[in-house]
């Protein structure tokens, strides 16, 4: 069973800059059989996608909201992925919560992996993003 760790998180001011981690653990797992991603909640909100990676191929997909300040990365080396995010702003404050699940998931857009982490993968325990100024 997979387990996966974030960090990162923080309080920063709008225009500002933060790089969430996820690092991926467990028994017997193969790292880059995973599609994984980032979602995001914020208080009174539905959770919502925010970008994908498969492991494998390096193929990506963000949220429309992104709008091209983050990036998602991956280290295949270290079993982890990465969420680069520029111009942060208020609207942006929530926890952040890395995802993982097999392959297959990434073949979809963005919010295909939601079902996943149920299908033999795993959510993180979340980290805290809050931009004010």
């Known amino acids: 069973q997979v387990k996966l760790e974030e960090s990162g998180g923080g309080s920063v001011q709008p225009g500002g800059s933060l790089r969430l981690s996820c690092t991926a653990s467990?028994?017997?797992?193969?790292?880059?059989?995973?599609?994984m991603g980032w979602f995001r909640q914020a208080p009174g909100k539905h959770r919502e996608a925010v970008a994908r990676i498969h492991i494998l191929t390096d193929s990506t997909s963000y949220a429309d909201f992104v709008r091209g300040r983050f990036t998602i990365s991956q280290n295949n080396a270290e079993n982890t992925i990465y969420l680069q995010m520029n111009s942060l702003e208020p609207e942006d404050t929530a926890g952040y919560y890395c995802?993982?699940?097999?392959?297959?998931?990434?073949?979809?857009?963005?919010?295909?992996?939601?079902?996943?982490?149920?299908?033999?993968?795993?959510w993180g325990q979340g980290v805290q993003v809050t931009v004010s100024s």
């Open positions: 995802a993982a699940a097999p392959g297959h998931y990434c073949s979809g857009g963005v919010n295909y992996l939601e079902r996943g982490p149920a299908d033999n993968g795993a």
């Open positions: 467990g028994s017997g797992v193969r790292f880059d059989n995973y599609c």
